[in-house]
């Protein structure tokens, strides 16, 4: 099993429509969790990290779900921009340095 | 301005040839990465270094060879690499503390013909 997994997509979507992505971690240990988005030639940004409890930054909403060991990200109202590849990231070992990548979820979002 | 500084953005380069890929950050963080993006897989750690030890090798051959001489500079150092090689290199910079994300330069292409 891969450590860190997502639906590579692509996802399209009308502009304005909420979507959500999840990515599935194998190991329970796995503490600190991320989202990030990637432009296509570009390198990957920051788009949140997860906390626990869920956290909420204007329209992106992400969630944990340690019981099930997914990560979730919510976008609502989507905006063209927002067409990217969006790459969730896990530390597997507790707080450890390695810090490992999935192979990323395509959005596009469409006028 | 990302606060990680990868150099050169670009670079073609035979079979036989020698080059080193740069990265500083100015950021103040004590860890430091190299990423490989291939096209259409993930990105694949290759080597970590905490306080300019490394601390993963994550199988790397040895045709790839990292040299961290101190918290801010990072360098890839490349030889008889392969045109498998070819991919998008990533460097990336992490504060000490639990929790803190990856910040990543703007990565350096990388040809092998």
């Known amino acids: 099993r891969k450590e860190v997994e997502q639906d590579p997509g692509p996802f399209n979507v009308p502009e304005g429509a909420t979507v959500a992505f999840n990515c599935t971690y194998s190991n329970s240990a796995s503490q600190s969790f991320f989202w990030y988005r990637q432009d296509c030639r570009k390198e990957p940004k920051l788009l949140m990290s997860?906390?626990?409890s869920g956290n909420e930054d204007g329209r992106f909403t992400a969630q944990l779900n340690r019981a099930s060991q997914y990560i979730s990200l919510l976008i609502r109202d989507s905006k063209l921009s927002d067409s990217a590849t969006y790459l969730c990231?896990?530390?597997?070992?507790?707080?450890?340095?390695?810090?490992?990548f999935g192979a990323g979820t395509i959005l596009r979002v469409k006028s | 301005e990302t606060g990680v500084t990868q150099t050169p953005r670009h670079l073609v380069m035979g079979m036989t040839n020698k080059k080193s890929l740069k990265c500083e950050q100015h950021?103040?963080?004590?860890?430091m990465y190299w990423y490989k993006q291939s096209a259409k897989k993930p990105l694949e750690l290759m080597f970590v270094?905490?306080?300019?030890?490394?601390?993963e090798n994550n199988s790397v051959p040895s045709r790839f060879s990292p040299e961290c001489p101190n918290s801010s500079h990072l360098f890839l150092h490349l030889h008889t690499l392969q045109p498998e090689d070819s991919a998008l290199y990533l460097c990336?910079?992490?504060?000490?503390?639990?929790?803190?994300?990856?910040?990543f330069g703007n990565g350096t292409r990388l040809t092998v013909t």
């Open positions: 997860v906390y626990s």
């Open positions: 270094y905490n306080f300019k030890e490394q601390t």
């Open positions: 950021l103040g963080h004590n860890a």
């Open positions: 990231a896990v530390t597997p070992e507790g707080y450890g340095n390695k810090l490992v």
């Open positions: 990336a910079s992490r504060p000490g503390t639990p929790n803190s994300p990856l910040h």
